[in-house]
């Protein structure tokens, strides 16, 4: 089955400075990438997501790339503010199958 | 506000106890979704469920059940509780099952936590 693999556990940047958290999956055949936010006390929520036909997909400080030689893909988030604070998820599907999440990045921004 | 609800918030109960959990779904959504997030397992899919029926199942221990209502709520039932059942416990939906039109984006709810002692 699928196996995502997610770096780094944590993050520390200054704010306005970029983000990056990155993901390998290992089933060529998945094709759905989402990434989800989740802040404290709260449920995770979808905040941008890409399927395997286009590289890269942008969402105003927002963007994903992928690479499917590779089988990774990353969220890149730049002009990071202090609510950008939270713990990151990013998960893959293959067709029908269920979503498999990576083990989630703290990213902390700090002022 | 995802507008995926689920009560209890908090859950507190002891070894050996049942528990049920419930979930409704966004207006318009037929698919709901249990995950468990753990410390050290961090989002795993429990169970899946289209318009009442069972779609599809993930790593659900025989304690734990589920179903979807006519209503299309979703509950979720612990039983024999133990201690490394202690988790949160979040529902989803999307309006279709994966793979079709609307399949692909699931809403969370703000999740069920479940201590055990």
């Known amino acids: 089955g699928e196996n995502v693999e997610q770096h780094p556990s944590t993050l520390s940047v200054q704010e306005g400075d970029s983000a990056v958290i990155k993901c390998t999956y290992s089933?060529?055949?998945?094709?759905?990438f989402p990434w989800y936010k989740q802040e404290l006390g709260k449920g995770p929520q979808l905040i941008i997501d890409i399927r395997s036909n286009v590289g890269e997909k942008k969402d105003q400080r927002i963007a994903v790339t992928l690479n499917k030689t590779a089988k990774h893909f990353s969220l890149h988030i730049t002009e990071t503010q202090p609510e950008d604070s939270a713990v990151y998820f990013c998960?893959?599907?293959?067709?029908?199958?269920?979503?498999?999440f990576g083990q989630g990045t703290r990213l902390t921004i700090n002022p | 506000d995802s507008g995926v609800t689920q009560t209890p918030k908090h859950l507190i109960t002891a070894t050996g106890q049942r528990v049920t959990l419930r979930c409704s779904p966004r207006s318009g959504d037929l698919s709901v979704y249990w995950y468990q997030q753990s410390l050290d397992q961090g989002l795993q899919f429990l169970i899946q469920y289209y318009n009442g029926e069972e779609r599809a199942k993930g790593n659900i221990l025989e304690r734990f059940s589920a179903q979807q209502f006519p209503d299309l709520h979703s509950e979720l039932n612990l039983s024999s509780l133990e201690l490394g059942d202690s988790a949160l416990y979040f529902c989803?939906?999307?309006?279709?099952?994966?793979?079709?039109?609307?399949?692909?984006?699931?809403?969370f709810g703000p999740g069920t936590r479940l201590t055990v002692l």
């Open positions: 989803a939906s999307s309006v279709a099952p994966p793979g079709l039109a609307g399949g692909d984006t699931q809403y």
């Open positions: 089933d060529s055949a998945s094709n759905y």
């Open positions: 998960a893959a599907r293959q067709g029908a199958q269920k979503l498999v």
